[in-house]
């Protein structure tokens, strides 16, 4: 059995209700607030989304929301890949969680819910777990950029984050991601569909 990936092996999983009456929630952009971009465009790609939503929601400290799934083309992709299926996660971490726990989690999650590394850039994939932004954090490392270093310029990343988080601004960037989302392209090819996650899950 696959035994769930943790954060620091103290944070477990669980699943907070995104959704009221129908509508997508917005979490707080105070800067304790760390955002996890979601995608996947191999197999039922919203249901494992929503596995990947249910597990990190519980490493929030307080109530985690999720965007809405959106459709997306492929952006550097190789020829003939499928469309994808995008979102946006808030959580407010644990104490003690820190970005590099929160990467290695994520990561971790990813192999757990099938994703394998084929050596081509951007190759279809089943998951992908991108951490955007640990509140005012930054990183220049091998293994960590943050904020995420083309969060600013990728309209997939940017419209379910404008959705929960629309005053958020990303550190080094002076426009708030609504703002950013509104100068970049792909608008057309940006479509929301339905929410993450369920009004009746908790």
Known sequence: MRSRPTVNARVGFGLRCGVEHGKTQRVSDKPSMAFVA??????DAAAT???AAAEI????SARALGSSLWRTEPVDCPPGSPSFLNAA???QPKPGTTPESLLAALLALEAWLGRTRSGLANAPRAIDLDLIAFGIETRATPTLTLPHPRAHQRAFVLAPLAEIAPGLVLPGQQKTVTE???TVGQAG???????L?????H
């Open 38 to 43: 979601l995608g996947g465009n191999l197999g």
């Open 197 to 201: 996650m369920n009004a009746n899950e």
């Open 189 to 195: 090819e940006v479509v929301k569909t339905e929410p």
């Open 180 to 182: 950013l989302l509104a």
């Open 89 to 91: 996660l808030g959580l």
């Open 49 to 51: 989304l929503r596995e």
């Open 57 to 60: 929601a519980g490493w929030s």
